[in-house]
């Protein structure tokens, strides 16, 4: 993706990012990172579309908390430079455990300014009642099937 078709600024993150696609764990170098995505480096980036959950935890002035960001392979590297190859993985929501922590992704990582009510969903995990979490749905106009 040339610089010119980006609607936001990538800021240079080299940091082991560890994302989940189709159940299967992996662990691999980012490269940059805005409000809207992620890159990360791949030498076999899976189809455009593909749902990635990368789970990522907060600075220590966060309490070192865990989040789940949910995305989709936006785009692909797949050229002949190695060092290139990987996947731009645009953000769709974020899941956490309490509403502080998605109001600091919001804000700190995903750069709006206030956390929309109306996008803020509530998630009761199947294996415990008593297991909440939360979920915010960031401002995109694209649709993730999720599976069977």
Same mark, same amino acid.
């Given at each position: 993706?040339?610089? &010119? +078709?980006r609607e936001?600024?990538?800021? =240079?993150? #080299? @940091? /082991?990012?560890?994302?989940?696609?189709?159940?299967?764990?992996y662990a691999?170098?980012?490269?940059?990172?805005?409000?809207?995505?992620?890159?990360? @480096?791949?030498? !076999?980036? %899976?189809?455009?579309? $593909? +749902?990635? $959950?990368?789970? /990522? $935890?907060? %600075?220590?002035?966060?309490?070192?908390? =865990?989040? *789940?960001?949910?995305?989709?392979?936006?785009? /692909? &590297?797949?050229?002949? &430079?190695?060092? +290139?190859?990987?996947?731009?993985?645009? #953000?769709?929501?974020?899941?956490?455990?309490t509403v =502080?922590?998605?109001?600091?992704?919001? @804000?700190?990582?995903?750069?709006?300014?206030?956390? *929309?009510? *109306? *996008?803020?969903?509530? +998630?009761?995990? $199947?294996?415990?009642?008593?297991?909440?979490? #939360?979920? !915010?749905?960031?401002?995109? &106009?694209?649709?993730?099937?999720?599976?069977?």
């Open positions: 993706m040339s610089d &010119d +078709k936001s600024a990538r800021r =240079p993150m #080299f @940091k /082991v990012c560890r994302y989940n696609i189709e159940g299967r764990e691999d170098l980012s490269t940059n990172i805005s409000e809207r995505g992620i890159f990360i @480096k791949n030498y !076999y980036p %899976p189809p455009l579309g $593909t +749902k990635v $959950t990368l789970s /990522v $935890t907060l %600075p220590d002035e966060w309490g070192n908390q =865990p989040i *789940k960001i949910i995305g989709r392979v936006a785009w /692909v &590297d797949e050229g002949d &430079d190695p060092h +290139k190859r990987g996947m731009g993985i645009e #953000f769709i929501s974020v899941q956490a455990e =502080p922590i998605i109001e600091y992704f919001v @804000k700190e990582v995903y750069e709006q300014n206030q956390l *929309k009510q *109306k *996008k803020l969903r509530t +998630k009761t995990d $199947t294996g415990d009642d008593s297991a909440e979490s #939360f979920e !915010y749905d960031l401002d995109l &106009d694209i649709e993730v099937e999720e599976p069977e």
